[in-house]
């Protein structure tokens, strides 16, 4: 149990940070998708 809290405490944080990029790194993804797809779209002039 004493080896489990550092190593919880040095993993941990850059884990969440990691997490929490990629979240925002798909929402921002999921944007370019989309603009993307309506390329063609708007590309025809409709």
């Known amino acids: 149990m004493e080896q489990l809290i550092p ?5 941990g944080f850059p ?4 997490l929490f990029l990629l979240y925002r790194m798909e929402a921002k ?4 998708v ?3 797809q309506s390329l063609p779209e708007r590309l025809s002039g409709k």
């Open 34 to 36: 989309q603009s993307i």
């Open 15 to 18: 884990i969440a940070v990691t």
């Open 29 to 32: 993804l999921d944007n370019v």
């Open 7 to 11: 190593l919880i405490s040095e993993v």
